[in-house]
T-cell receptor, first 110, second 114 residues
């Protein structure tokens, strides 16, 4: 069963614009991770944020976590065509397995 | 460091047959997790092994099984294949438990059941 659901399911933007994806989950978590999947590089880890953290940055990526709302968001700033991919959030409850969300398909047009 | 490798990359089987997929984790990683990815169900957790012990299992029938060897390499087996088992099977490794640290994924094995 899916623990997380991403919103929107699909997103199309122009290069240079920002892209925001949201993830909602159902039960309390220890950690939340974001992954990217494209046909060229497979599934790649982006960021891990722990339940006691509220925000984390990595390059053009910014992740926020609101445990009271059971939600997280991934912001990609100044998008590039190479950011075209599916983005998944993944949550754990007992640090021993990851449950993936349904994913957001991002298309960045040159 | 070499990445996670999975063999074979593509596999075609018929209903009723069985299949074994192999995963070699990154050197030093002790955790190996398996996932099934389909267009309808998305990424579904199958099981995780840590130091040769199965720590967790997803909601899959007993036809799905796995094991981990002392060198951390892992295999998963699917017996009595059904059409619905057609999927991309992904293996991931990490130095710690799956939920707590970054997972490194292999390219996957694409299984087609005819």
């Amino acid at each position: 069963s899916q623990q997380g659901e991403e919103d929107p399911q699909a997103l199309s933007i122009q290069e240079g614009e920002n892209a925001t994806m949201n993830c909602s989950y159902k039960t309390s978590i220890n950690n939340l991770q974001w992954y990217r999947q494209n046909s060229g590089r497979g599934l790649v880890h982006l960021i891990l944020i722990r339940s006691n953290e509220r925000e984390k940055h990595s390059g053009r990526l910014r992740v926020t976590l609101d445990t009271s709302k059971k939600s997280s968001s991934l912001l990609i700033t100044a998008s590039r065509a190479a950011d075209t991919a599916s983005y998944f959030c993944a949550t754990d409850r007992n640090t021993d397995k990851l449950i993936f969300g349904t994913g957001t398909r991002l298309q960045v047009f040159p | 460091k070499a990445g996670v490798t999975q063999t074979p990359r593509y596999l075609i089987k018929t209903r009723g047959q069985q299949v074994t997929l192999s995963c070699s984790p990154i050197s030093g990683h002790r955790s190996v997790s398996w996932y099934q990815q389909t267009p309808g169900q998305g990424l579904q957790f199958l099981f995780e092994y840590f130091s040769e012990t199965q720590r967790n299992k997803g909601n899959f029938p007993g036809r799905f099984s796995g094991r981990q060897f002392s060198n951390s390499r892992s295999e998963m087996n699917v017996s009595t294949l059904e059409l619905g088992d057609s999927a991309l099977y992904l293996c991931a490794s990490s130095w710690g438990l799956a939920g707590a640290v970054e997972q490194f994924f292999g390219p996957g094995t694409r299984l087609t059941v005819l």
